[in-house]
């Protein structure tokens, strides 16, 4: 299984457009109970947009002390259920940044059944986040009918991160919205 290796920090950068300083720390203030400087997460993937990607890889998430030391902060600042979404929404911009490059991220307004829209790509993007492992399957059947639920009628992206102690994974597929039959 492939590896990549990638600095969280690096979506900053790759998203100038939008503040992910504090869903880099979120982010970090999760994964560093998984290792010291760096987090491996098993990345599942399916959907036709995705299948260049291929089916699974590994994505080594690395952070620096700056943001280490931000993200002690953090959890002593936040509840854990925003750390976790908004760590969630690190990775899910970090997987883009890297794998489908140029695609833009703009935040939907609430109630829009998704969490960015991708205007490049026509396609909603909906991301989550748990701690628990139990929790993936069901958390990605429902992000996808939610998504696929969105005003526009675009077709979607899921990214659901699971940073579970004994195995962090991230599952990420893309969802076609029904063809009639006179389409």
Same mark, same amino acid.
């Given at each position: 299984?492939p590896t990549?290796? @990638? ?5 900053i ?9 504090? !869903?880099v720390?979120m982010?970090?203030a999760?994964? &560093?109970?998984?290792?010291?400087s !760096?987090?491996e997460?098993?990345v599942e993937c399916?959907?036709?947009a995705?299948s +260049?990607i ?7 998430v690395? @952070? ?7 993200? %002690? ?10 750390i976790v979404?908004?760590?969630?929404? +690190?990775? +899910?911009a970090?997987?883009?940044? &890297? ?11 609430h ?5 960015f @829209?991708?205007? %490049?790509l026509?396609? +909603?993007?909906?991301?989550s986040g748990?701690? =628990?492992g139990k ?5 990605c =059947? %429902? ?9 526009l009628? @675009? ?8 940073f %579970?102690?004994?195995?962090p994974?991230i599952?990420?597929?893309? =969802?076609?919205?029904?063809q009639?039959?006179h389409?």
């Amino acid at each position: 299984m492939p590896t990549f290796a @990638w600095s969280i920090e690096e979506i900053i950068t790759a998203h100038p457009e939008l503040f992910m300083e504090h !869903s880099v720390a979120m982010a970090v203030a999760l994964m &560093k109970k998984h290792g010291r400087s !760096s987090c491996e997460f098993e990345v599942e993937c399916s959907g036709e947009a995705l299948s +260049a990607i291929g089916n699974e890889f590994r994505a080594r998430v690395s @952070w620096n002390e700056l943001t280490e030391s931000k993200a %002690d902060r953090m959890i002593r600042t936040e509840q854990r259920k925003p750390i976790v979404e908004r760590a969630a929404v +690190a990775l +899910a911009a970090l997987l883009f940044a &890297k794998l489908i490059p140029d695609c833009r991220l703009r935040v939907t307004q609430h109630g829009d059944k998704a969490d960015f @829209w991708l205007p %490049d790509l026509h396609c +909603a993007l909906e991301v989550s986040g748990t701690e =628990h492992g139990k929790d993936l399957q069901r958390r990605c =059947h %429902d992000k996808r009918a939610q998504v696929l639920a969105n005003p526009l009628g @675009w077709n979607g992206f899921v990214v659901v991160c699971c940073f %579970d102690r004994r195995r962090p994974k991230i599952h990420w597929s893309h =969802h076609r919205q029904e063809q009639t039959e006179h389409e």
